[in-house]
């Protein structure tokens, strides 16, 4: 028994194989539709593109594909887009359609043909309000003595719940050349990383609550930077900052955070989970609305110190 | 009170009955350092009846004739058999104190075959203990590993040979339950799961529960895994150092006053031999363990009791220093006390052990974009329990286990969501059991656990039952049928990613309270034959349905999203194992045929550790100069994988306000684990050789990680198509001295 052990590991050592295996199954022809309403506009747009089998070949047809029919059944009533080549870009090819404005709290559906004839369906559902009203507990002004800066608000006509915010604050201010104004802003993060003696700024992501605290010496940070290395700092006059809401509407943040995917280090993710609202292919059907900016002073005495100019 | 009067009565049974038969016990120890000897036969010729040591080395067997010299052979792999004659006096309890021989290094044997008895009373059903003599045996992937030996046996899977984790009959590795000293041990892994946190050198024993444990064991669902470190040294003080391509570890041990202490510390050196592991150019692994034990048994003082104090402490860094990268840490800590007693004229055991646990992980992502999370775990448990044997064998156990858990998490999944949450919780379980032992070659052990609290609650108003059935019919001498069912409940969970290769941050929570606790029914049924002294073959077929099975939900985009939802699944298969063992000679064959199905929200799928058939060939020879070879061969089917079928360009939002988008190539998958990867072999063998030289004891060991190199595939990068396989051939070489 000892001896026919022995001559066995003998011949497996000698065996030594690869097993072919294709991490590839048979293509399948799908295709993504992105179509993202402005509640801001009228004008709307939206892209069909289609699957290929290898990673390259997708780099080439993100142009968009003609050929299909885009429907919106919205108030009972349909819209066709226009099957149209962007004059921007002329290779990319877009639905498109005018005076078509979404109000909130409102359901529109989607019907797409493809060229091959296959059939996509969504809906969405609009954000409830627009009616933001900031609350007491917000700040009026900066510098306020305090080590943060706060933003609080409320939905006036719909529920709390269901509604999705993208925040954002800017510094707004003017450059002056030879008597010529030339408008900027400048995004403020909410709060500041220190490591390695290198400093990193973080900006805030959408969020369900209804308020956002800011860190003031981000704040400073960014005011600082306004001039970059222009060392003139008088050409520059600041006029203030706002904080401005934007409402999505619950595909729309879906997909906006499932697209900021993250892996950790030594995870290894084998297989991808991802949000689509779209029937029988990938991509999404959503809507959005600047809802209320809020307008937050900045002291004289602060932007004089600074060196710029105050409005 | 209730105990109390529990207790008086059973003194005055014992009492009663004991005039007409005796009990004889004891305990099994090596006759050099005094550690217990776990799992010895002790074997009563004249009434053909025996029992086998429990971990601490104690035996008892009662229902023994009075007033008649018979004679009692112990017997234990490496050690010299001992007989003598032995005696009991009407209404007396003999008790013994059994000292075995070690055998001589080179007159070792594998195993003394002939001295091999038939356990009368074996409930054992789906369950292994290994000694260190067994773990030795298994071929090591550069260091010995307690968890990596059991890969080798029957219903033991694992989804890559890189990682120490294991899945047992079709369960997920958070349903294993690690018990170091009665210790719950959260996250026993090094470097990122490649090794076991417990060095082997400091295993005593280790009873490993596939599945049907009985009631004194809850908590999980698929397996137990009850690791007892040495005691120590009684007799000298001795010391043991070894290095390896991967650690340097030291251990010392030696008497104490009335008792004995042993410390051990494990330190990685090199982790060169890591790139190997994980297809890496850099592994900044850091990480260290540390074990102590220390034991009292003043017999004036304490007579019949030991006290005993253990602690374990294991941490692990993974540090790039680099801003850009996430810096990785775990650590474990486990500190406790057990005392434990038998009566002096009465059949009882008593054990009570108080334990305090912490486990804490963090991911610190610097400024690598990945997202900050740190788990925290308290845990501080009360175990007490007794059994004792009525004069017709008849056994009685029951114990009380409470146990306390403050439990902190923050975490943002995948989607960018944070989860911030901190739990208090207390369980508190009932458990008792009653065997029936006094129908000859027959056994029932019938038990159930009651949970008086759950953890999520941590009041009183949830009652759960874990009723367990074991039993077994000896067929003379050749053949025990055995057959078990019972209830397991679990409400603990990791939130682990199952799509991901190697999982470094598997934060453990107490299920919430929106979800019910996890349970699973285990139908076993098995036959053991021993077919010749050397030869025996065992078989097992199960059935384990698991439902509210908790899984990380993927669908969370939305903080009010539960983390958590509730999937099902069952597990079903044959196991057949079959060992050979001669004086020179052993050859054992474990394998596997099975199947798991999982369902989550309306998907059905094969979990990624789903494999059909499993093999393990493992044999151990020795050879001539006193080099022992050992080899292992293992063969499985196919893992489950999921296809790529295609490219989109997924859009990217960069700027909502300003409509600046972008595209990313995106991949599509078929079938979630559709189609199934090559199967799975590799050849590992090991010689090793001692040598003696004055007071030292030198042990050289080569081993050869797949030998004929075969290409398993571990996993392909989904960017760019890459196969990365597991193991290539590795040479390893390590060194052990003892003083």
């Known amino acids: 028994m000892k001896k026919l052990i022995l001559i066995c590991v003998i011949l497996l050592s000698f065996f030594s194989c690869e097993s072919s295996f294709d991490p590839n199954a048979d293509f399948r022809q799908d295709y993504a539709v992105y179509f993202i309403l402005n509640g801001d506009q009228t004008y709307q747009t939206a892209q069909l593109i289609k699957s ?14 003609p050929g299909a029919e885009f429907r919106l059944i919205y108030d009972n009533s349909e819209y066709i887009l226009k099957d149209s080549v962007s004059a921007e870009n002329p290779g990319k090819n877009y639905y498109t359609i005018n005076n078509f404005k979404p109000a909130p709290g409102k359901n529109i559906r989607l019907n797409v043909k493809t060229p091959d004839g296959k059939i996509l369906t969504s809906e969405t559902d609009t954000p409830l309000s627009i009616k933001i009203q900031f609350l007491e507990g917000t700040d009026e002004y900066v510098p306020n003595g305090l080590s943060r800066i706060a933003f609080v608000w409320k939905v006036l006509d719909a529920p709390p719940e269901g509604q999705f915010y993208l925040p954002r604050l800017v510094i707004k201010y003017y450059y002056t050349d030879s008597g010529v104004k030339s408008y900027h802003s400048k995004e403020v993060p909410v709060s500041l990383t220190y490591q390695s003696g290198k400093i990193f700024e973080n900006y805030p992501t959408p969020i369900a609550g209804n308020y956002l605290i800011y860190d003031w010496e981000a704040f400073d940070y960014a005011f600082e930077r306004l001039t970059l290395a222009d060392t003139a700092r008088n050409n520059y006059t600041v006029i203030n900052a706002e904080f401005e809401l934007i409402l999505m509407d619950k595909s729309m943040t879906s997909y906006y955070m499932s697209s900021k995917s993250f892996e950790e280090g030594f995870s290894i993710i084998l297989d991808q989970t991802e949000f689509t609202n779209i029937t029988g292919g990938f991509g999404v059907f959503g809507s959005y609305f600047s809802a209320k900016n809020y307008k937050l002073r900045i002291i004289s005495d602060y932007i004089i110190a600074r060196g710029y100019k105050r409005e | 009170m209730i105990k109390k009067i529990l207790f008086v009565l059973l003194i005055a049974a014992s009492v009663q009955n004991a005039q007409i038969t005796g009990t004889l016990r004891g305990q099994v120890t090596d006759s050099l350092s005094g550690e217990a000897l776990s799992y010895a036969n002790v074997f009563i010729k004249e009434f053909e009846v025996g029992a086998a040591t429990d971990v601490r080395g104690f035996f008892q067997i009662t229902n023994l004739p009075v007033s008649q010299i018979f004679t009692v052979k112990v017997t234990y792999v490496g050690y010299e058999t001992k007989e003598f004659g032995a005696f009991i006096r009407a209404g007396k309890i003999a008790s013994l104190s059994i000292k075995l021989n070690p055998l001589a290094y080179n007159l070792q044997t594998i195993e003394k075959v002939e001295n091999r008895v038939p356990e ?191 602690g374990f402490f294991s941490s692990d860094k993974i540090n790039y220093n680099d801003v850009y990268r996430e810096d990785i840490s775990w650590k474990n800590s486990a500190l406790g006390i057990s005392w434990y007693q038998l009566l002096e004229e009465s059949p009882l055991f008593y054990r009570f052990a108080i334990n305090s646990v912490n486990y804490e992980g963090e991911v610190n992502p610097n400024l690598s974009g990945k997202r900050y999370k740190r788990n925290f775990l308290r845990e501080l448990s009360l175990d007490t329990e007794f059994s004792y044997i009525f004069p017709y064998q008849d056994e009685v156990g029951a114990g009380i286990q409470i146990k306390e858990i403050e439990n902190s998490l923050q975490i943002e ?106 349970y699973a029914i285990h139908y076993i049924a098995g036959i053991d034959l021993f077919l010749t002294p050397g030869l025996s073959i065992g078989a097992e077929a199960y059935y384990k349905p698991m439902l509210y099975w908790p899984s990380v939900n993927e669908k969370k985009y939305f903080e009010q999203d539960p983390d958590l939802i509730n999937g099902q699944g069952n597990s079903r298969g044959f196991e057949l194992s079959v060992n050979y063992l001669e004086r020179t000679f052993s050859l054992s064959a474990n394998y596997s045929l099975s199947w798991t199905i999982k369902s989550i929200d309306n998907l059905r ?135």
């Open chain 2, 120 to 310: 009368t009373r074996n409930y054992n059903i789906s369950f292994e203990s290994l000694s260190p003599s067994r773990l030795e045996r298994v071929p090591q992937n550069v260091e010995a590993d307690i968890f990596r030996s059991l890969k080798t046996l029957g219903g033991v899977s694992s989804t890559s040979d890189v990682s120490a984790r294991f899945n047992v009959r079709g369960g997920s590795s958070n349903q294993n339950l690690v018990l170091l000293d009665g210790a719950t041990i959260y996250q026993p892994f090094h470097a990122m799961g490649l090794f076991s946190a417990v060095d082997p050198e400091i295993i005593n024993s280790v009873e490993f529960y596939k599945g049907g444990f009985p009631a004194e064991y809850g908590g999980r669902l698929s397996s137990v895994v009850n690791i007892t470190t040495k005691d120590g040294n009684l007799n000298k003080f001795s010391g043991k150092a070894a290095a390896g391509l991967l650690t340097g570890k030291a251990l010392v041990e030696g008497p104490i006053p009335y008792g004995s202490f042993i410390i051990s510390g494990r330190k990685n050196l090199d982790n060169r031999i890591l790139r190997s592991f994980l297809n890496s150019d850099e592994i900044p692994v850091n990480f260290h363990d540390i074990s102590f034990k220390a034991n009292y048994r003043n017999p004036d003082l304490l007579m019949g009791r030991q006290f005993s104090a253990h």
């Open chain 2, 413 to 518: 999944n995948r989607k960018g969501l944070v989860t911030s949450s901190t739990q208090h919780g207390a369980s508190i379980v009932f458990f008792v059991k009653y065997a029936l032992n006094r129908i000859k070659d027959f056994g029932l052990e019938a038990g159930t656990r009651f949970n008086v609290t759950r953890l999520a609650v941590g009041t009183a108003g949830e009652y759960y039952f874990e009723p367990r059935v074991l039993t077994f019919y000896n067929i003379g001498n050749f053949a025990r049928i055995k057959g078990s069912w019972g209830l397991h409940f679990q409400e603990m969970t990791t939130l682990s990613d199952e799509n991901e290769v190697i999982s470094v941050f598997e934060p453990w929570v107490v299920v919430p309270e929106y979800l019910y606790p996890a």
């Open chain 2, 605 to 739: 799928y094969y979990p990624r550790y789903d494999s059909r058939h499993n093999l393990n060939l493992m044999t151990s020879v020795k050879l001539p100069f006193d080099i022992k070879f050992d080899a292992l061969w293992t063969f499985n089917s196919g893992l489950p994988y999921t296809q790529l079928v295609g490219y989109y360009n997924k859009l990217i939002i960069d700027d909502l306000r300003e409509r600046i988008f972008s595209f990313i190539p995106y991949t599509i998958l078929s079938e979630r684990n559709a189609t199934r990867l090559p199967a799975y072999h590799r050849l590992d063998i090991s010689f090793s050789r001692r040598f003696d030289l004055s007071y030292l004891n030198l042990t050289m060991d080569m081993s050869i990680i797949n030998l004929y190199d075969r290409a398993n595939i571990f996993y392909f990068e989904r960017d760019s198509g890459k196969k990365i396989n597991m193991l290539p051939f590795l040479p390893t070489l390590s060194m052990k001295v003892e003083i």
């Open chain 1, 52 to 65: 290929s089998p290898d990673k390259n070949g997708v780099s080439q047809i993100e142009t968009g594909i």
